[in-house]
């Protein structure tokens, strides 16, 4: 196979593929995807003939993303995506659970939209500041 990218279009690429395979294996420990793993290897390895040497580590015959790219925005991109799944899962959950429907489909998804659009501006005025747990 052949591809053509420009260095930014693989610039771009190597980003994606990053963050693909945080999501996937970052909280697997030693059951990790290892194809991902080795995509990602192969692609970074390509680096320095790319003029992005700063980008990629050796260490043990293998090639990572080094410190430098990981420190360089990457996971703070991860982490807004992170915090907004979180504020969509939990404004689901809370309204489903408003209208006791944890576990079934509700009878209005009018309904359930309203209460979760209520959560959510709950969450963008206070973020979880608000929130009360009560045992």
Known sequence: MQLELTEKEFRRLLDMVYIGNWILNSCRDDDRFEDYDNLEEKLFSLCPEHGMRALVQRWRGHSYPSRAYEEGGIHEAIA???DA????????????????????EPADYTELNARMDEYMD???KSGVENLVLEA
């Open 80 to 82: 807004d995506y992170e």
């Open 85 to 104: 799944v979180f504020f969509d899962i939990l404004a689901e959950e809370l309204a489903r659970r408003d209208l006791g429907c944890l576990d079934s």
């Open 122 to 124: 709950e969450f963008e």
